[in-house]
């Protein structure tokens, strides 16, 4: 049974730092481009950012310069790394995966596994 399994979020200060981890499972992900996308209350899911097999990395403009995804060799564990933290960073933060290697990987609809979610609260 294929899992995506994320961790890391909490409640944070602006101008503070979270790291995210995605555990994959299931299957062999190392040929796989993982993402990650958030949603805030009320919105769209949006694409932040994705790296591909690789370790070729793209960022949403929004949080370029701030975040940075890293994935290890295996392919298992995708984290993003999240610096100076803004009010409009807080959102449900999801870990997805998705087989091909040719994007685009802001698409949401290319990404085949998704998993449930981790809260990202960040605080004026």
């Known amino acids: 049974q294929v899992q995506l399994v994320e961790s890391g979020g909490e409640l944070v200060q602006a101008g503070g730092s979270l790291r995210l981890s995605c555990a994959a499972s299931?299957?062999?992900?190392?040929?796989?481009?993982m993402g990650w996308f958030r949603q805030a209350l009320g919105k769209e899911r949006e694409f932040v950012a994705a790296?591909?097999?690789?370790?070729?990395?793209y960022y949403a403009d929004s949080v370029k310069g701030r975040f940075t995804i890293s994935r290890d060799s295996a392919g298992n564990m995708v984290d993003l790394q999240m610096n100076s933290l803004k009010p409009e960073d807080t959102a449900v933060y999801y870990c997805?995966?998705?087989?091909?290697?040719?994007?685009?990987?802001?698409?949401?609809?290319?990404?085949?596994?998704w998993g449930q979610g981790t809260q990202v609260t960040v605080s004026s």
């Open positions: 299931g299957r062999t992900f190392r040929t796989y481009t």
């Open positions: 790296i591909s097999r690789n370790g070729n990395t």
């Open positions: 997805a995966a998705q087989p091909s290697s040719s994007g685009p990987f802001y698409a949401k609809d290319l990404y085949l596994y």
